[in-house]
């Protein structure tokens, strides 16, 4: 059993950084991939960005590729999403992720943070 604590997140305005922490906790980190989501209202949860337990195993979605980075530290039972020239469009519930299996859907994935609002002003 995982537990995911997410901590960062807020208002800020476009162009802006912010940067979302996910803490694990009940088992080791380093041989699940994780994941980050997000949820607007009215839309159903997308894929934002996951890596895998294998050095450069990577994936990000289209809209944020080359503003966001995602990176985990093993040591600590972590993970980040660092997240820069933040858009309007980016405002939603952030929530991070853990599980057996790589990918971009929900499904591949069995334990969840508590989600973090993000808002971007224009």
């Known amino acids: 059993q995982v537990q995911l604590v997410q901590s960062g997140g807020g208002l800020v305005q476009a162009g802006g950084s912010l940067r979302l922490s996910c803490a694990a906790s009940?088992?080791?980190?380093?041989?699940?991939?994780v994941g980050w989501f997000r949820q607007a209202p009215g839309k159903e949860r997308e894929f934002v960005a996951a890596?895998?337990?294998?050095?450069?195993?990577?994936m990000y979605d289209a809209s944020v590729k080359g503003r966001f980075t995602i990176s985990r530290d093993n040591a600590h039972n972590s993970v980040y999403l660092q997240m820069n020239s933040l858009k309007p469009e980016d405002t939603a519930v952030y929530y991070c992720?853990?599980?057996?299996?790589?990918?971009?859907?929900?499904?591949?994935?069995?334990?969840w943070g508590q989600g973090t609002q993000i808002t971007v002003s224009s």
């Open positions: 992720a853990a599980g057996g299996a790589l990918g971009r859907r929900p499904l591949h994935y069995n334990y």
């Open positions: 009940g088992r080791s980190f380093s041989t699940y991939a």
């Open positions: 890596d895998g337990w294998t050095v450069g195993d990577t």
